[in-house]
């Protein structure tokens, strides 16, 4: 773009956007009358985002059939009392929800800006419709498009809380490019219809997501959504996990870090504290992709280097768990076929420091899970100050648990050399 036709550009948005700076307004939204609200929606949020307060009405249904971007918002007061219901139109989803390049995720609704509270009153629901999108993802693997219900995109200093997400199509509650922001009771369903029949179907149904954001509260909160409960994923830093219940989870998950050749994945300075796990799969976990990449993001990947630095587990009450409450590996992958044998390409390049698990009991599934500590470190990678103590998950059956940990230096207990370097 030519300098001048850029300033042109300027003189014509400069006017209008002293226009909407109201310091005082109210927008309360419309109530739904069947067709697209998200033009209303749109329309508060220009009118209202800069210092006003804006009202989703309570017992009201605001159909939402075309993707929301809710940027430059700032000091803006939300009351989510109604219930935003995404559309099931897969194809406009596919084609059209906001686009980020990690994993290629596909958001439908945004909000970027400063000092934005999200307040549902305990009345509040962003309803997903996701078994539309749980039963097409069992048909095609990897699915693009899938939409993610709510995000803080690129937002800083703000709050959302006492509301409920149901029926994600993907990932529930995602937070990226953020910081200092307060996630406090929110609630977190996602029920497949067919899920006994298809137990694989909740896939990437994660509760919490954070990327690339720092100085994150994640708090009493319920989640029963069938894939992690939180995932810290690339770049979390300084973030605080306490009370969540987590229904039919894969428990609290640092990863996937490594996926991105030639990218380094920090997470570093988490707590995660009072966790309730219930029929969980894994407990507390750190997992990476194994030191070659396989195929390409975002289902294949590999070979990314990184560091998870001073991470403390501690208090997790478990019940009915399947695997290993205490879990690290490296060797994730989900391209499906052809990829090589952990052993032969370790993760070469991380470094895992400072990780502690504390106090963790309850008992696992009696079908499986006598597995208490699985620590399975590259050989080309560092494992240092990493330690558990009060790891009292009992087996159902009354079998002795087994603790594991390959290559992990200075271990302080009971650790057993498991002569290998396969994921367990
Ligand atoms: C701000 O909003 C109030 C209430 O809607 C209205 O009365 C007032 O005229 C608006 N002021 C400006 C400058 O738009
Ligand atoms: C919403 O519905 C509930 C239950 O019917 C009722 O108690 C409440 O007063 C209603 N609220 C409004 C604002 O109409
Ligand atoms: C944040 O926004 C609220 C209105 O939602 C306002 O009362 C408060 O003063 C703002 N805080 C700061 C630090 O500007
Ligand atoms: C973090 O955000 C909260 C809520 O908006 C605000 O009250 C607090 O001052 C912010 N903290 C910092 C360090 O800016
Ligand atoms: C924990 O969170 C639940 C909501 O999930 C809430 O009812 C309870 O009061 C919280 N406990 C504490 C100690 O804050
Ligand atoms: C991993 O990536 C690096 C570049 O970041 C490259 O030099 C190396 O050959 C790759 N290793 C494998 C096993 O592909
Ligand atoms: C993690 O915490 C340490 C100690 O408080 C601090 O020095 C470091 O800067 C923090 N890391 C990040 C990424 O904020
Ligand atoms: C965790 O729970 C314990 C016991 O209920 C409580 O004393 C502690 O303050 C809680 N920790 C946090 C960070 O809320
Ligand atoms: C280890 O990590 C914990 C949790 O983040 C932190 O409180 C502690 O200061 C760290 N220890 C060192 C030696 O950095
Ligand atoms: C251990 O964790 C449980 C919750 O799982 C909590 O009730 C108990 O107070 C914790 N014990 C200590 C010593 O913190
Ligand atoms: C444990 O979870 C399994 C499903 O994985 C369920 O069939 C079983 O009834 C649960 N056991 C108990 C005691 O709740
Ligand atoms: C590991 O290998 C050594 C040497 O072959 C053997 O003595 C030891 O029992 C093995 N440990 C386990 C846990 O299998």
New binding site residues.
């Given amino acids: 773009m030519k300098p001048w036709s850029s300033l042109a550009l300027l003189s014509i948005l400069v006017p209008s956007a002293l226009c909407i700076s109201n310091y005082s307004a109210t927008c309360t939204i419309p109530a739904g009358n069947g067709s697209d609200d998200a033009p209303a929606i749109r329309q508060a949020f220009h009118d209202c985002g800069n210092g006003g307060h804006i009202v989703f009405q309570q017992n009201t249904t605001y159909n939402v059939d075309t993707v929301l971007q809710l940027h430059n918002l700032s000091n803006v007061q939300i009351d989510l009392l109604g219930t935003i219901l995404f559309s099931t139109d897969v194809r406009y989803w596919i084609q059209h929800g906001s686009f980020y390049w990690f994993q290629n995720i596909s958001i439908a609704l945004e909000f970027s800006g400063d000092?934005i509270?999200i307040d549902g009153h305990d009345t509040g629901i962003i309803d997903g419709q996701g078994q539309v999108w749980y039963d097409l993802a069992l048909a095609i693997g990897g699915l693009y498009g899938r939409p993610i219900p709510f995000s803080l995109r690129n937002a800083?200093?703000?709050?959302a809380k006492n509301f409920h997400i149901k029926q994600s199509g993907k990932w529930n509650f995602v937070i990226i490019e953020s910081q200092?922001?307060?996630a406090d009771n929110i609630v977190l369903t996602s029920l497949s219809d067919d899920y006994q029949a298809n137990p694989g179907n909740l896939g990437n149904t994660d509760g919490f997501d954070t990327l690339y954001s720092d100085?994150i509260r994640i708090q009493n909160s319920y989640i029963d959504s069938g894939d992690d409960c939180v995932s810290l994923k690339p770049g979390s830093t300084n973030i605080q996990i306490t009370n969540l219940t987590c229904v039919n989870t894969a428990g609290i998950a640092v990863g996937s870090l490594g996926q991105y050749e030639g990218q380094f994945d920090l997470v570093e300075n988490v707590t995660a504290t009072n966790v309730t796990l219930i029929g969980s799969r894994n407990g507390a976990y750190v997992k990476t992709y194994m030191g070659k990449r396989t195929y390409y993001p975002p289902q294949g990947g590999g070979n990314g280097t990184g560091a998870v630095r001073n991470v403390a587990f501690s208090n997790f009450n478990i019940q009915n768990i399947t695997a290993a409450p205490v879990l690290l590996q490296q060797c994730s992958h989900w391209a499906g076929w052809d990829v090589p044998a952990c052993a032969d390409y370790p993760s070469t390049g991380f470094t895992f420091q400072n990780i502690t698990w504390t106090n963790f009991t309850g008992w696992s599934n009696e079908e499986v899970g006598t597995e208490e500590v699985s620590l399975a470190c590259s050989p080309k990678s560092t494992c240092v100050d990493l330690s558990f103590s009060g790891i009292d998950v009992k087996p159902y059956n009354g079998s002795a648990a087994t603790y594991t940990c390959t290559n992990v230096d200075g271990l302080s207990s009971g650790c057993q050399a498991a002569n290998v370097t396969t994921d367990s």
């Fill in positions: 000092n509270t800083k200093n703000s709050v200092n922001i307060t100085d």
